[in-house]
């Protein structure tokens, strides 16, 4: 019989909090996570993620890699001075491929901790989730783990921090004791000390600070007061007066600078051996927001911030203009935004979503604002990695899984249907990197079909379609090992095996002067005819800036209500432009001028008028093509440095920088994708292993005029 949890214990939302674990790869987040669970009760066996046995880690291809790749999601229990907490935690992935498993989170999380490795301090990765976390005011506490480790070094960490990702940051620990003597914790807020006196971690004894650290502990709570003073008046004001600042008044302005992302408190730990994360539990609770503190924000068009909310989340009237929001209260009308989809080979398609106001039923009916429809709901979980718990009910600040749901998507908004909302979706990253593939039978077409049809619906960054000259299954994703990781998937989980092609670059094409064409489209041969006439203008845009129709047609030239077909029409040839067939991005489309025929003239008329015509217009506009760039990052011993530059720049990189990384050397350059597939295992040999490669997408840029004839098969 399966146990069951008492989630009512904790009733109030002020002791909620809906956190995230994130950072770069390998720098302990899984390894967080299941002291997390063990301390908090929620297990009784530490699992190790080298072992295999890690709670969070539950897919196959996890365990065996020992990497996170999807987020894992989990509720505890902690207790800090007599009062309960409940933490939703979600464990997320590290590596760069699985980004948007960070990005989804961090959509619906209240609060994070950011793990840096202790020998490396700030990584790519970590700078990467940081500005993500940054993007939805999601406040952090840094917690600098593996100071267990030969080099590691807790203040070299600490000044990455300020350096790279924020000056704001101040420590509210120091440890005890370096890499293999790492056995106990200062707290520069009670200016106590916890020492370890057991290797599981259980037996902490609370006491004074060492004599020969009193110093050191004194010098840095002067500099954690200065900071809080920075942030807090009535701190500053006691602190310029030399006034005692009791151990309540400091956690309750830390607490305030925290939430308004004025503060990061830095705190220490170990989390394989067992040490800090306690500390760390005490400190989320302690510092991080519950629902109602979190201060949201809303993005407009061009993604930036242009109003803030407190206790209410922002959102837009699907039946009118402008803002509104819902307080975060069970007692509002329901609103909850679905922030992954997961296909569960028991119960079917998983909805996790996180309630934001009111409150929802097993059994009940919901709302999907997004795309206008009425869903039954089935059943409501509650998730523990891959393990599931029926509940009858959740309400505001919940995070929860729905079975039943069939036509809702990652970000779409579920709501009341008498009291309408759309919250902010979530926006990924497009897909870089292509492979074609076929099944190795006959019989396991079909099958592939329904496979890939699930895991598009599972990741936003995974995409799937048919080239129309080769008919091949062309899959589509942020890198090798995102796209290595579906075809394991598809082998284990629905037992078809494929044949992969070489990876392929999405390339776009775009135009680079500005040009005029007339389309006329006429067929008349008796009877119903077609005719269309459409003059186009075309400008390019900015990088990134994306397609724009601009209607310029006057005095009734074109019927109004043809207008929306040509934009239709141009949208449909944009998906093949003329050089190569790739996707057009980057244009401004306006269309100035045209004639109509009384008879003959209709709406798909002037779509096909402009799907001809934006492939010609774009011919007289100097179309070139663009390839994605690759921001990478290289850290290897100094002896290295000159072979790994030589490598990158032989592959038509760029280099940007050499920073020092401890005893290491941190190469950072530009390169394009094209020139980059194997790049981890030719440096690897090229530095007999002690290569640290990183890679992510950066932006997409010109593709040299020789290059460019390359691609195009035209040398």
Same mark, same amino acid.
């Given at each position: 019989?399966?146990?069951?949890?008492?989630?009512?214990?904790?009733?109030?939302?002020?002791?909620?909090?809906?956190? #995230?674990?994130i950072?770069?790869?390998?720098?302990?987040?899984?390894?967080?996570?299941?002291?997390?669970?063990f301390?908090?009760?929620?297990?009784?066996?530490?699992?190790?993620?080298?072992?295999?046995?890690?709670?969070?880690?539950?897919?196959?291809?996890?365990?065996?890699?020992?990497?996170?790749?999807?987020?894992?999601?989990?509720?505890?229990?902690?207790?800090?001075?007599?009062?309960?907490?409940?933490?939703?935690?979600?464990?997320?992935?590290?590596?760069?491929?699985?980004?948007?498993?960070?990005?989804?989170?961090?959509?619906?999380? !209240? #609060?994070?901790?950011?793990?840096?490795?202790?020998?490396?301090?700030?990584?790519?990765?970590?700078?990467?989730?940081?500005?993500?976390?940054?993007?939805?005011?999601?406040?952090?506490?840094?917690?600098?783990?593996?100071?267990?480790?030969?080099?590691?070094?807790? %203040?070299?960490?600490?000044?990455?921090?300020? !350096?790279?990702?924020?000056?704001?940051?101040?420590?509210?620990?120091?440890?005890?004791?370096?890499?293999?003597?790492?056995?106990?914790?200062?707290?520069?807020?009670?200016?106590?000390a916890?020492?370890?006196?057991?290797?599981?971690?259980?037996?902490?004894?609370?006491?004074?600070?060492?004599?020969? $650290?009193?110093?050191?502990?004194?010098?840095?709570?002067?500099?954690?007061?200065?900071?809080?003073?920075?942030?807090?008046?009535?701190?500053?004001?006691?602190?310029?007066?030399?006034?005692?600042?009791?151990?309540?008044? $400091?956690?309750?302005?830390?607490?305030?600078?925290?939430?308004?992302?004025?503060?990061?408190?830095?705190?220490? =730990?170990?989390? $394989?051996?067992?040490? #800090?994360?306690?500390?760390?539990?005490?400190?989320?609770?302690?510092?991080?927001?519950?629902?109602?503190?979190?201060?949201?924000?809303?993005?407009?068009?061009?993604?930036?911030?242009?109003?803030?909310?407190?206790?209410?989340?922002? =959102?837009?009237?699907?039946?009118?203009?402008?803002?509104?929001?819902?307080?975060?209260?069970?007692?509002?009308?329901? +609103? =909850?935004?679905?922030?992954?989809?997961?296909?569960?080979?028991?119960?079917?398609t998983?909805?996790?979503?996180?309630?934001?106001?009111?409150? $929802?039923?097993?059994?009940?009916?919901?709302?999907?604002?997004?795309?206008?429809?009425?869903?039954?709901?089935?059943?409501?979980?509650?998730? *523990?990695?891959?393990?599931?718990?029926?509940?009858?009910?959740?309400?505001?600040g919940?995070i929860?899984?729905?079975?039943?749901?069939? #036509?809702?998507q990652t970000? *779409?908004?579920?709501?009341?249907?008498?009291?309408?909302?759309?919250l902010?979706?979530?926006?990924?990253?497009?897909?870089?990197?292509?492979?074609?593939?076929e099944?190795?039978?006959?019989?396991?077409?079909?099958?592939?079909?329904?496979?890939?049809?699930?895991?598009?619906?599972?990741?936003?960054? %995974?995409?799937?379609?048919?080239?129309?000259?080769?008919?091949?299954?062309?899959?589509?994703?942020?890198?090798?090992?995102?796209?290595?990781?579906?075809?394991?998937?598809?082998?284990?989980?629905?037992?078809?095996?494929?044949?992969?092609?070489?990876?392929?670059?999405?390339?776009?094409?775009?135009i680079?002067?500005?040009g005029? *064409?007339?389309?006329l489209?006429?067929?008349?041969?008796?009877?119903?005819?077609?005719?269309?006439?459409?003059? %186009?203008?075309?400008?390019?845009?900015?990088?990134?800036?994306?397609?724009?129709?601009?209607?310029?047609?006057?005095?009734?030239?074109?019927?109004?209500?043809?207008?929306p077909?040509?934009?239709?029409?141009?949208?449909?040839?944009?998906?093949?432009?003329?050089?190569?067939?790739?996707?057009?991005?980057?244009?401004?489309?306006?269309?100035t001028?045209?004639?109509?025929?009384?008879?003959?003239?209709?709406?798909?008329?002037?779509?096909?008028?402009?799907?001809?015509?934006?492939?010609?217009?774009?011919?007289?506009?100097?179309?070139?093509?663009?390839e994605?760039?690759?921001?990478v990052?290289?850290?290897?011993?100094?002896?290295?440095?000159?072979?790994?530059?030589?490598?990158?720049?032989?592959?038509?990189?760029?280099?940007?920088?050499?920073?020092?990384?401890?005893?290491?050397?941190?190469?950072?350059?530009? +390169?394009?994708?094209?020139?980059?597939?194997?790049?981890?295992?030719?440096?690897?040999?090229?530095?007999?292993?002690?290569?640290?490669?990183?890679?992510?997408?950066?932006?997409?840029?010109?593709?040299?005029?020789?290059?460019?004839?390359?691609?195009?098969?035209?040398?």
């Amino acid at each position: 019989m399966a146990t069951t949890t008492d989630y009512s214990t904790v009733k109030d939302q002020k002791y909620y909090r809906n956190i #995230g674990i994130i950072a770069h790869i390998d720098a302990g987040k899984t390894t967080t996570s299941e002291r997390i669970l063990f301390y908090t009760g929620k297990k009784h066996k530490l699992g190790e993620v080298h072992e295999g046995e890690a709670t969070m880690d539950f897919m196959d291809q996890e365990r065996e890699r020992g990497i996170t790749i999807q987020s894992a999601a989990t509720t505890a229990f902690w207790d800090v001075d007599g009062q309960k907490y409940r933490i939703n935690l979600i464990d997320t992935p590290g590596h760069v491929d699985f980004t948007a498993e960070v990005e989804r989170s961090l959509r619906v999380l !209240d #609060g994070a901790v950011v793990v840096f490795d202790g020998k490396q301090g700030v990584e790519p990765q970590s700078s990467t989730v940081w500005l993500q976390a940054e993007k939805y005011n999601v406040p952090r506490i840094c917690y600098v783990n593996k100071l267990d480790g030969i080099g590691a070094d807790f %203040f070299m960490s600490y000044d990455t921090i300020i !350096d790279q990702l924020n000056d704001k940051a101040v420590p509210i620990q120091l440890p005890i004791g370096i890499e293999s003597d790492f056995n106990g914790i200062i707290d520069l807020v009670t200016m106590t000390a916890d020492f370890y006196k057991d290797e599981k971690g259980l037996q902490i004894e609370h006491g004074d600070i060492p004599a020969d $650290l009193k110093a050191k502990a004194e010098e840095w709570r002067g500099k954690l007061l200065e900071a809080v003073a920075d942030a807090d008046d009535n701190i500053a004001e006691k602190y310029l007066g030399g006034e005692d600042i009791s151990v309540e008044e $400091l956690r309750a302005a830390i607490r305030k600078a925290v939430i308004a992302n004025k503060l990061f408190p830095v705190i220490a =730990g170990a989390s $394989l051996r067992n040490r #800090g994360v306690q500390q760390m539990l005490n400190a989320i609770c302690h510092y991080l927001p519950s629902p109602h503190d979190k201060i949201f924000v809303n993005h407009n068009d061009a993604g930036e911030v242009d109003a803030t909310y407190v206790g209410e989340v922002p =959102g837009t009237d699907p039946r009118a203009e402008g803002v509104i929001t819902r307080k975060l209260s069970e007692e509002e009308p329901f +609103a =909850g935004l679905v922030f992954k989809i997961a296909v569960d080979p028991h119960v079917g398609t998983l909805a996790f979503f996180r309630v934001y106001s009111g409150k $929802l039923t097993a059994g009940s009916y919901v709302y999907n604002s997004t795309v206008g429809t009425k869903e039954r709901v089935g059943r409501i979980l509650m998730m *523990h990695a891959d393990h599931r718990e029926d509940i009858a009910e959740v309400k505001a600040g919940d995070i929860a899984a729905i079975v039943g749901l069939k #036509g809702t998507q990652t970000g *779409h908004t579920i709501c009341d249907e008498g009291k309408q909302i759309i919250l902010e979706s979530i926006k990924f990253p497009e897909p870089v990197v292509s492979f074609a593939i076929e099944p190795k039978t006959k019989s396991d077409q079909d099958k592939l079909g329904t496979a890939l049809a699930k895991l598009t619906s599972e990741d936003p960054t %995974f995409r799937v379609k048919t080239d129309e000259e080769t008919a091949q299954t062309i899959i589509s994703g942020m890198g090798e090992l995102h796209l290595d990781i579906k075809v394991d998937i598809l082998k284990r989980t629905y037992g078809i095996e494929v044949n992969v092609g070489k990876p392929q670059v999405a390339y776009r094409e775009t135009i680079t002067a500005a040009g005029e *064409h007339r389309e006329l489209l006429k067929k008349q041969t008796g009877g119903a005819g077609q005719f269309a006439d459409i003059t %186009f203008n075309l400008e390019p845009r900015e990088r990134g800036a994306g397609y724009e129709f601009v209607n310029d047609i006057k005095g009734g030239a074109i019927p109004k209500e043809y207008i929306p077909a040509i934009d239709k029409g141009i949208v449909e040839s944009m998906t093949a432009g003329p050089l190569g067939g790739f996707p057009v991005v980057d244009i401004t489309a306006h269309i100035t001028d045209g004639s109509y025929h009384d008879v003959d003239s209709n709406t798909d008329t002037f779509k096909m008028c402009a799907i001809y015509g934006f492939k010609e217009a774009m011919k007289k506009c100097k179309p070139v093509l663009l390839e994605p760039m690759m921001k990478v990052s290289v850290t290897v011993p100094e002896e290295f440095v000159g072979a790994v530059t030589g490598y990158l720049s032989s592959h038509r990189g760029i280099p940007k920088g050499l920073t020092q990384r401890g005893k290491m050397k941190e190469i950072t350059a530009e +390169a394009p994708l094209a020139e980059m597939f194997g790049y981890v295992s030719d440096l690897r040999n090229l530095t007999s292993g002690k290569a640290i490669p990183n890679m992510q997408f950066s932006h997409y840029a010109e593709v040299p005029g020789g290059i460019m004839k390359q691609v195009l098969g035209e040398e």
